[in-house]
């Protein structure tokens, strides 16, 4: 019986020292578990008389109901004392200033913004969008859009043009989007409604001119689309993009060897003051070159010119994000200075507003 009590006295106190539940757990399973120290004297019980175990046997029991609820009572006070703890440290001062949330800090850069502005206008129309290759061959780019041999945008001082390989075939940096018209003409089922945004390449630097620049390329074929559609579709877009319904907008003929008849599309704006402003004044601007496609392209892309016919434009992402947002340098897009985006670029989840 003296050994039950300095069990039951040294266990007590161990309970009331142990500082965690681990501890806690590890004088159970030594006492109440199966080889503990009280489960040891339980299987005792078996080899004493009958005498002894009436005495032992509630003892133990006792015992065993001891331990438990010492257990328990020690846990908890563990608990209520480790919330006590955190309590004061995990406070939350709620006069402190909101940090800023991480889609505030990034920026998308505004040629992207204007590309994702750009598409959703042309998905409303029904416009799939395609990507192509910035490496191209000289055939998609010049040859298979009607460029003659000798014409002037293929010499070197327009054009990046790679060393011969070992089949002495020169590729070149694609100097417009237009070589993606024949790869769409060559994959995609008629009807055809696609645009193609993508990065080019010429051999020209100033303020309004990049060596790397981006171009968005448009193209519908189908058996009866005219010239009235390509004006429509043109005049949709600008007036969305720009945001006026009362943008004026002029036709000029123009001349491009891969359409005919081949237009530009002005947009009316004023240059007295230093910024550009769209939609008012006396000047007009440039922005996009478009045509009837050429039969000689639509044979390009596998096209016979007595059943179908399409058009087709090109307009400068780089150039109608200027005008749009006001930005005077054009240079100043690739430089990756971190304030110049910080200014005029957009939140990652602004949703193009049209
Ligand atoms: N590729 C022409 C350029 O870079 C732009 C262009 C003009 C594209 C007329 C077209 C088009 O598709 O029909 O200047």
């Given at each position: 019986?003296?050994?039950l009590?300095?069990?039951?006295?040294e266990?007590?106190?161990?309970?009331?020292?142990?500082?965690d539940?681990?501890?806690?757990?590890?004088?159970?399973?030594?006492?109440l578990?199966?080889k503990?120290?009280?489960?040891?004297l339980?299987k005792?019980?078996?080899?004493?008389?009958?005498?002894?175990?009436?005495?032992?046997?509630?003892?133990?029991?006792?015992l065993?109901?001891?331990?438990?609820?010492?257990?328990?009572?020690?846990?908890?006070?563990?608990?209520r004392s480790?919330?006590?703890?955190?309590?004061p440290r995990?406070?939350?001062?709620?006069?402190?200033?909101?940090?800023?949330?991480?889609?505030?800090?990034?920026?998308?850069?505004?040629?992207?913004?204007?590309?994702?502005?750009?598409?959703?206008?042309?998905?409303?129309?029904?416009?799939?969008?395609?990507e192509?290759p910035e490496?191209e061959?000289?055939?998609?780019?010049?040859?298979?859009?009607?460029?003659p041999?000798?014409?002037?945008?293929?010499?070197?001082?327009?054009?990046?043009?790679?060393?011969e390989?070992?089949?002495?075939?020169r590729?070149?940096?694609?100097?417009?989007?237009?070589p993606m018209?024949?790869?769409?003409?060559e994959?995609?089922?008629i009807?055809?409604?696609?645009?193609?945004?993508?990065?080019?390449?010429?051999?020209?630097?100033?303020?309004?001119?990049?060596?790397?620049?981006?171009?968005l390329?448009?193209?519908?074929?189908?058996?009866?689309?005219?010239?009235?559609?390509?004006?429509?579709?043109?005049?949709?877009?600008?007036?969305?993009?720009f945001?006026?319904?009362?943008l004026?907008?002029?036709?000029?003929?123009?001349?491009?060897?891969?359409?005919?008849?081949?237009?530009?599309v002005?947009i009316?704006?004023?240059?007295?003051?230093?910024?550009?402003k769209?939609?008012?004044g006396?000047?007009?601007?440039?922005?996009?070159?478009?045509?009837?496609?050429?039969p000689?392209?639509?044979?390009?892309g596998?096209?016979?010119?007595?059943?179908?016919?399409?058009?087709?434009?090109?307009?400068?992402?780089?150039?109608?994000?200027?005008?749009?947002?006001g930005m005077p340098?054009?240079?100043?897009?690739?430089?990756?200075?971190?304030?110049?985006?910080?200014?005029y670029?957009?939140?990652?989840?602004?949703?193009?507003?049209?």
């Amino acid at each position: 019986m003296d050994e039950l009590k300095k069990l039951e006295l040294e266990t007590i106190a161990s309970i009331t020292a142990a500082e965690d539940e681990h501890t806690l757990e590890s004088i159970r399973v030594a006492t109440l578990g199966r080889k503990g120290s009280v489960s040891h004297l339980m299987k005792i019980l078996g080899q004493i008389t009958m005498k002894e175990r009436q005495v032992i046997g509630p003892a133990l029991n006792r015992l065993k109901s001891c331990i438990s609820h010492a257990i328990l009572d020690r846990k908890e006070t563990l608990k209520r004392s480790s919330i006590k703890v955190r309590l004061p440290r995990e406070v939350v001062d709620v006069t402190l200033p909101v940090r800023p949330d991480p889609f505030d800090r990034g920026h998308l850069h505004p040629v992207t913004q204007v590309t994702d502005e750009i598409i959703s206008i042309f998905s409303d129309m029904d416009f799939a969008v395609l990507e192509g290759p910035e490496i191209e061959t000289d055939y998609y780019n010049f040859t298979a859009l009607n460029f003659p041999h000798d014409h002037p945008a293929r010499e070197m001082h327009d054009t990046f043009f790679f060393s011969e390989d070992e089949n002495g075939e020169r590729k070149l940096l694609r100097t417009h989007t237009s070589p993606m018209l024949i790869r769409a003409m060559e994959t995609k089922k008629i009807p055809i409604r696609v645009v193609i945004p993508g990065k080019t390449y010429r051999q020209d630097l100033d303020t309004t001119h990049s060596p790397m620049f981006h171009q968005l390329e448009g193209l519908v074929i189908e058996k009866n689309t005219n010239i009235a559609h390509l004006k429509w579709v043109l005049q949709e877009f600008c007036r969305s993009f720009f945001d006026g319904s009362e943008l004026n907008m002029r036709f000029r003929p123009s001349f491009f060897p891969f359409t005919e008849p081949s237009l530009e599309v002005d947009i009316q704006c004023d240059h007295s003051d230093s910024e550009v402003k769209v939609g008012e004044g006396g000047d007009w601007m440039e922005i996009i070159g478009c045509g009837m496609v050429h039969p000689n392209v639509l044979c390009s892309g596998g096209l016979d010119p007595d059943i179908y016919q399409g058009f087709a434009w090109g307009l400068g992402i780089d150039r109608i994000t200027m005008l749009k947002y006001g930005m005077p340098d054009l240079r100043s897009f690739f430089e990756g200075d971190q304030r110049w985006i910080n200014h005029y670029g957009f939140k990652p989840l602004h949703i193009p507003i049209l």
